[in-house]
Antibody
């Protein structure tokens, strides 16, 4: 069974940093592209970033480009999201999500973690 | 960026009703359209991809149709566990992948 577990969330100050981790199990992690998707309180879903199975090319939403960095460690079956220069509007539940079609970037998300809350506030 | 517009934003329906949710893309996305269900406090789950392909384990009362710019999610007979928020999402052009605003299905 596919299992994705996020960690590393919490409270950060505006301008601060946090790093989210997503630990994967139940599938061959190195065969799949991974995404981060977020949801602000009471709002809809916003795609944040994608990293393919091979690590490149990487994509970001304009709202986080230059501030967030996605990476992966296939040996540790994990994907990360380094978040710098945090803003209050980055407050959201962050989900890691697996790509449906593995090495081919389908842009569809077939398995999601339970989500982790990031709150940016002074 | 491709804008995705869902309608209605919310609806009230009874168990057993047929429910239809529509999603419109700001440009053609062919059949690169996915539907997700999200229950309160839970992560979304994939219902349908490629506009009409049912994800494994999803009940057959869910169906999707459409191509180009106009798409539909239909629940043929609403069940108590179907009360949730539904999102469409285009996967034709990335970045960015974009979602519709969501449709909340509530109990009448």
């Amino acid at each position: 069974e596919v299992h994705l577990v996020e960690s590393g969330g919490g409270l950060a100050q505006p301008g601060g940093s946090l790093t989210l981790s997503c630990a994967a199990s139940g599938f061959t992690f190195s065969d799949y592209g991974m995404n981060w998707v977020r949801q602000a309180p009471g709002r809809g879903l916003e795609w944040v970033s994608f990293i393919p199975s091979g690590g490149r090319p990487i994509y970001y939403a304009d709202s986080v480009k230059g501030r967030f960095t996605i990476s992966r460690d296939n040996a540790k079956n994990s994907v990360y999201l380094q978040m710098n220069s945090l803003r209050t509007e980055d407050t959201a539940v962050y989900y890691c999500a697996r790509d449906l079609l593995g090495r081919y970037n389908s842009g569809s998300f077939d398995n999601w973690g339970q989500g982790i809350l990031v709150t940016v506030s002074s | 960026d491709i804008q995705m517009t869902q309608s209605p934003s919310s609806l009230s329906a009874s168990v057993g009703d047929r429910v239809t949710i529509t999603c419109r893309a700001s440009q053609t996305i062919y059949n690169y359209l996915n539907w997700y269900q999200q229950k309160p406090g839970k992560a979304p789950t994939l219902l349908i991809y490629s506009a009409s392909t049912l994800q494994g384990g999803v009940p057959s009362r869910f169906s999707g149709s459409g191509s180009g710019t106009d798409f539909t999610l239909t629940i043929s007979s609403l069940q108590p566990e179907d009360f949730a928020t539904y999102y469409c999402q285009q996967s034709y052009i990335t970045p960015p992948l974009t979602f519709g605003g969501g449709t909340k299905v509530e109990i009448k």
